[in-house]
């Protein structure tokens, strides 16, 4: 009963703490770094760290019964995988034998059923907090749990009971809860959270756009198919009114350049054209000039 009750007051503190956090990584474009993270200010005035101080692994706050973030990163030390269907296998933290320190507040989140924050490494340092992710299982042989990176993926134990078409639906969602906001975050950092064609610097206006879109084979989601765009320009580049060519120069549509109307179209958009685009500094996040070509003769022939 106590236990129950205390589990309760855990998952509603979780929600506020998540909340607060995603709030505050919606205003930063979507990545936050791991110093604020160590020192972070909940609405109530007191002051959280809410990821392991090496930013990776499982984070157990003493303060709380169960495991409250996971870190996953490419370059981490386990072998994490995540599956087809939105399941994500996690190892033991730790070496098999040793006492089970870290994992057993990861056994009590199982237990509970409380929900987690997952943190997704996309730089050094930057971290894109998703929430809520749940200990769906626990596998002690293999030493491995398995969260669910959805709450609606919360009753599929396994991959082997999900059906084709849950497991394609479950794969979308994924895509778009997860996958799509590490995007974003990527790009925002690469970009300097600045839009491209008009260094406009304000995030809540800015999207990251893609270069060939993501139901296409060649959409990957990955910072060379990005552009951090404004509203105004991606939307103008999504209809072709706006073009980028390969050597990275904005390019208007013939017709808006003869058009007359008010500042927006004069400033906005017509004395774009012939601008240089503004890439990332660093070379490998700089937009491929291969997709780049294949988007702008779309635009040609608009
Ligand atoms: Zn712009």
Known sequence: MVAAQEARAERLLREVIAATLLARAEELG???HLE??????????????????????????????????ITTSPDGPYNDREEEGGLLHYAYQGKAG?????????????????????????????????????????????????LALDESIRAIPSESTMSAVEKAYATRLVRQRVHQPAFRARVMLAYERRCAIC??????????????????????PV???????????????????????????VRVNRRLLREVDGPMLKHGLQEMDGRTLHVPVKGSDQPDRDRLDQRFQGFLSA
Not at 113 to 137: A, D, S
Not at 230 to 243: E, F, S
């Open 36 to 69: 604020e993270l160590g020192d972070f200010p909940l609405p109530d005035g007191t002051r959280w760290r809410l990821i392991d101080p090496g930013g990776g692994g499982i984070w157990n706050p003493s303060a709380l019964t169960a495991t409250l973030a």
């Open 223 to 249: 910072v060379t198919n990005g552009l951090s765009l404004c509203k105004i320009h991606h939307a103008a580049y999504d209809r072709q009114l706006l073009g980028i060519s390969p050597d990275y120069v």
């Open 98 to 146: 040793s006492s089970d320190g870290k994992n057993t507040k990861m056994v009590r989140a199982f237990e509970f059923g409380l929900p987690l924050i997952r943190y997704t490494k996309v730089m050094p340092n930057w971290y894109v907090p998703t929430f809520p992710v749940y200990v769906v299982g626990n596998n002690p042989i293999v030493r491995e749990f398995t």
């Open 30 to 32: 979507g990545a936050i």
């Open 199 to 220: 260094v406009l610097k304000h995030v809540e206006l800015l999207d990251a756009a893609h270069i060939i879109e993501d139901a296409n084979d060649w959409g990957d």
